[in-house]
């Protein structure tokens, strides 16, 4: 069965549910806003419903069910399903996938010809998303829905753009690299590999033991969702809620994962240990690495890597990838500092007594990893984070489709607004 198929035999199914739903309980209240939501990002307001994955507090990130601690050895492409269908593929899907996924690969030239054109000091994510926004003139939902089509089938273009976009993702952001960084030609595609040793190479990294193939397999697993409340996931589902296609909604997503309290804190948080390893001529002391952090506290910034807006626990996502260094590479030093930290850090963001989560999350350990493989060029980091995350925020924006999710509209209300309404002043509706 294609996926496809597989996803229209559950869509009838799940607007039934939602149809059932909304009639029988629309009116319950599931979430109340505090004057310090309201200012403070929204940070716990139950107003978002996403499918293919949640994050528990304590948990961390769980995908239709699975805890991802039970998915770091599967590849990309069931990961895709899992997100989409709520299954993983039995062997004939996955293999339909990876042809389905094949065939689509190709990168439109007049891509190549754009990232060509741009200053040669661009941003890898500048470029990553400047690439996919020119991609919006070939959506096959925009081109549907010029056409004019019924709304109960704009999830199918949308699947369609979803598929043509995560197989090309790849192409791009390995050329990206090659381009950007003045490593030689671009390295074709071989479609006989699937998306993640394709992808690792494509950046022509030596590879002999396959080791680094792995390290993107899992890359792409642990980075592909994490619910819909970020920056990157909410953005992107905002402006498709417009109907907007799906490269637009990508593109405006991964400016918001560009952001360096985002996905860019991959890129900041090698450089925080680097900064470290150059400062003491390799793996410091527990105390010399203490006062370090201190430092960087103290001088107004924060310590990358560590803190989330939901987790309370160390991410699983960060104890996968230690998991996978301590195999691969447990004596090379900016691995260790990055051990160290999980150690030193969050005694002191405790004793700091202001980030509400100390611990680690997934940026903490990627990075180190990549480094020792020898991709150095650490602005290209978020690159991969975004090649993961086109499928979770992908797969959500075809499910939105699905089920008719309208334009997001929340309501602002002024500061006077909320004066007025705590102080139980005249409040009109003015606001
Ligand atoms: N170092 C220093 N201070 C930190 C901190 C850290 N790692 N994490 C949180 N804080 C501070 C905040 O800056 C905030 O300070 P102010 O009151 O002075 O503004 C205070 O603690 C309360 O913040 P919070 O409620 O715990 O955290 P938020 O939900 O506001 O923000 C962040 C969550 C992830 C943005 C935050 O923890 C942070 O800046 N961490 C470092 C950057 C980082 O690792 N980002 C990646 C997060 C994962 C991700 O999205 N990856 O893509």
Not at 59 to 76: A, Y
Not at 210 to 234: C, I, P, Q, T
Not at 343 to 361: R, T
Not at 408 to 425: C, L, N
Request: hydrophobic fraction near 40%.
């Amino acid at each position: 069965m294609t996926l496809k198929e597989k996803l229209a035999g559950k869509i009838a199914a799940m607007r039934e549910d939602l149809k059932k739903l909304a009639k029988d309980h629309a009116a319950r209240v599931i979430s109340e806003v505090t004057v310090e939501q309201a200012y403070g990002g929204m940070r716990g307001i139950k107003s978002l419903v996403c499918d293919t994955s949640e994050v528990d507090n304590n948990r961390g990130l769980i995908i239709r069910e699975r805890h991802i601690s039970e998915l770091t050895e599967k590849t990309p492409e069931e990961i895709l399903w899992l997100l989409l269908t709520g299954e993983l593929p039995d062997s004939e899907e996955l293999k339909s996938l990876k042809a389905d996924m094949a065939d689509r690969s190709a990168v439109p030239r007049y891509v190549w010809d754009v990232l060509k054109a741009m200053p040669k000091d661009s941003h890898p994510m500048t470029m990553l998303s400047a690439a996919i926004l020119c991609m919006d003139k070939d959506s096959v939902f925009k081109k549907r829905y010029d056409e004019g089509m019924k709304k109960d089938v704009y999830w199918e273009p949308m699947l369609e753009d979803t598929l043509n976009l995560v197989a090309r993702t790849p192409v791009i952001a390995a050329g990206i690299y090659r381009m950007r960084y003045g490593k030689g030609p671009l390295i074709e595609s071989d479609n006989s590999l699937d998306m993640s040793a394709n992808f690792a190479r494509m950046h022509g990294i030596s590879d002999p033991d396959g080791k680094f193939a792995d390290l993107m397999r899992l890359y792409l697993v642990l980075h592909s969702d994490h619910e819909s409340g970020n920056v990157s996931a909410f953005t992107t589902h905002t402006v498709a809620s417009a109907l907007s296609n799906l490269y637009y909604a990508v593109s405006a997503g991964l400016n918001g994962l560009a952001g360096p309290l985002h996905g860019l804190a991959n890129q900041e948080c090698l450089k925080w240990v680097l900064m470290v390893k150059d400062m003491f001529k390799g793996v410091p002391s527990d105390e010399q690495l203490h006062k370090f952090a201190w430092d960087t506290l103290q001088s107004g910034k924060v310590i990358p890597g560590y803190g989330h807006a939901v987790l309370r626990q160390t991410d699983p996502r960060f104890t996968a990838f230690m998991e996978f260094g301590k195999k691969i590479c447990p004596d090379d030093q900016v691995f260790q500092i990055a051990e160290k930290t999980f150690k030193v850090v969050p005694p002191i963001l405790v004793q700091q007594g202001k980030a509400k989560d100390p611990w680690p999350n997934v940026d903490a350990a990627s990075g180190c990893l990549l480094w020792h493989f020898g991709m150095n060029e650490f602005d290209y980091y978020t690159v991969l984070f975004g090649v993961s995350r086109i499928m979770g925020i992908s797969a959500q924006a075809v499910i939105s489709r699905a089920i008719g999710s309208p334009i997001v509209r929340p309501k602002s209300v002024t500061t006077r607004w909320i004066k007025g309404f705590v102080t139980k002043e005249a409040v009109t509706a003015k606001a």
